[in-house]
């Protein structure tokens, strides 16, 4: 099936996403044929858009973006997928970065359900680089330590990495932020340690909370934590939930997580 994608009648093909990565990235989510968390990601495309001072125009509203995805995608039969929207700034001729002219572009990524659990994934730990945890740092914007590290997860036959911040603490995976079970314990990296802001997990945890299916604890969370861990997940706005089945020579099982994730898809 052709993937799906949407360009801007303006689009131009020299531009500052082209040649400096100056862009951010934001996810939206289609389940059973309706634009789920619509707001939440929107807030976060807005959010992410004033920390790389973008000139954000007037006609960006929630219900502008809403009817674009109804006309673009639901009505073209998409039923179930991942909406991956990129805006960056053009390269106008003038050096007034903050005037410059804004635009985007999305691909829809089609799946069964971008709430359930795509697959298990084997991870491991790299050292020889690490990332931020700045301001930046929990969106998502250019970062060739996430180009070094896909890279060096395929020649390992790998299928994510565990990064650490130069603090050498987890801060979270080439694609999306991880979540450590012990007990009746989910440990979740903080923001200031390096992690993704995610409208994905937020929501997922927010509802765990809610109903007291396990305690949450934004935490520091000590390289060693992973091997200690009963059950780990994966959550990545960018390619959605997926189970970690090993790191190194360690293997986990995902029985919780996964009934967990059950109760929160059936609340939509």
């Given at each position: 099936?052709?993937?799906?994608?949407y360009?801007?009648?303006?689009?131009?093909?020299?531009?500052?996403?082209f040649?400096?990565?100056?862009?951010?990235?934001?996810?939206?989510?289609?389940?059973?044929?309706?634009?789920?968390m619509?707001e939440?990601?929107?807030?976060?495309?807005?959010?992410s858009?004033r920390?790389?001072?973008?000139?954000?125009?007037l006609s960006?509203t929630?219900?502008?973006?809403q009817e674009?995805?109804?006309?673009?995608v639901?009505?073209?039969?998409v039923?179930?997928?991942?909406?991956?929207?990129?805006?960056?700034?053009?390269?106008?001729?003038?050096?007034?970065?903050?005037?410059?002219?804004?635009s985007?572009?999305?691909?829809?990524?089609?799946?069964?359900d971008?709430?359930?659990?795509?697959s298990?994934?084997?991870l491991?730990m790299?050292?020889?680089?690490?990332?931020?945890?700045n301001?930046?740092?929990?969106?998502?914007?250019?970062?060739?330590?996430?180009?070094?590290?896909?890279?060096y997860?395929?020649?390992?036959d790998?299928?994510?990495?565990?990064?650490?911040?130069?603090?050498?603490?987890?801060?979270?995976?080439?694609?999306?932020?991880?979540?450590?079970?012990?007990?009746?314990?989910?440990k979740?990296?903080?923001q200031?340690?390096g992690?993704?802001?995610s409208?994905?997990m937020?929501?997922?945890?927010?509802?765990?909370?809610?109903?007291?299916l396990?305690?949450?604890?934004?935490?520091?969370?000590?390289a060693f934590?992973?091997q200690?861990?009963?059950?780990?997940?994966r959550?990545?706005?960018?390619?959605g939930?997926?189970?970690?089945?090993?790191?190194?020579?360690?293997?986990?099982?995902?029985?919780?997580?996964?009934?967990?994730?059950?109760?929160?898809?059936?609340?939509?």
């Amino acid at each position: 099936m052709q993937k799906l994608k949407y360009i801007e009648d303006n689009l131009q093909t020299v531009n500052r996403a082209f040649l400096f990565g100056d862009a951010v990235w934001v996810s939206f989510f289609v389940r059973n044929s309706e634009l789920i968390m619509s707001e939440e990601s929107y807030f976060f495309l807005m959010a992410s858009m004033r920390k790389m001072r973008f000139n954000i125009p007037l006609s960006y509203t929630l219900e502008f973006f809403q009817e674009l995805f109804k006309k673009e995608v639901l009505q073209k039969d998409v039923q179930n997928a991942i909406i991956n929207m990129m805006v960056y700034r053009q390269q106008d001729n003038t050096d007034d970065l903050p005037k410059a002219t804004t635009s985007f572009y999305f691909e829809v990524k089609r799946m069964a359900d971008p709430l359930s659990i795509q697959s298990s994934i084997e991870l491991d730990m790299i050292k020889e680089i690490n990332v931020n945890s700045n301001l930046l740092s929990n969106i998502r914007v250019h970062s060739p330590e996430n180009i070094y590290a896909s890279i060096y997860a395929k020649d390992n036959d790998l299928d994510d990495l565990i990064l650490l911040n130069p603090n050498k603490r987890i801060a979270r995976s080439i694609y999306g932020n991880l979540l450590f079970l012990q007990g009746n314990m989910i440990k979740i990296p903080k923001q200031t340690e390096g992690a993704y802001i995610s409208p994905l997990m937020e929501n997922f945890v927010t509802f765990v909370h809610k109903n007291k299916l396990a305690e949450i604890e934004e935490a520091e969370v000590i390289a060693f934590e992973s091997q200690k861990s009963d059950e780990i997940i994966r959550i990545s706005d960018e390619k959605g939930i997926h189970t970690v089945s090993k790191i190194r020579n360690k293997t986990f099982e995902s029985t919780r997580f996964t009934e967990m994730l059950e109760a929160w898809k059936a609340s939509f």
